[in-house]
C-alpha cells in the first residue's frame, strides 16, 4: 500500500464511507450517484491506494486519517488497538438493554424448543426400540 495517494475530493469522499463501513448501496444512496459510479471510483482508489480488497482500504484510510505509521511494532500496534477498544466500549454499553434483553429472551425460546424436539425425538426411539 502507498502512504500517500493523490485521490481526488469524491474518491476521497467514498473511501471514507467505505472506511466506516457502508456498502456500494448506501454510498450511492448517501451521494445520489448510481452503483456503478461508485464501483468506478472504488476501482481507481484501489489503483491509486495499492490495495485490493475492501479491508486494506478501511486499514489505510484509519492510518492515513490518524497519523499511524504502516510498520508500527506489535507492541505499539496493542496499544493503539486498546484505545479504540476503550473509545468503542461505552457505545457498547449505550445499548438499549430492552433490545438486549429481547435477544436473550429469543435465544431462551430457541432452545427451549430444541430440547422440546430432542426428547419427542428421543422419545420416539424408544418406542421403536420396543
Known sequence: ???VADLTKRE???AELFAWGASKKDVANRLFISERTVENHARNIYAKV???KINELCAWWFCT???ISFDLSPLKRKVIVGMFLMLLTPQV?????????????SSARVSRI????????ESDLEFINF
Do not use: P, W
Open 1 to 3: 500500500m502507498m502512504e
Open 12 to 14: 476521497s469522499e467514498i
Open 50 to 52: 495499492g490495495c485490493q
Open 65 to 67: 486519517r490518524f497519523h
Open 93 to 105: 454499553f449505550a445499548l438499549d438493554n430492552k433490545e438486549f434483553y429481547r435477544v436473550a429472551r
Open 114 to 121: 430444541i430440547r422440546a424436539r430432542r426428547t419427542r425425538n
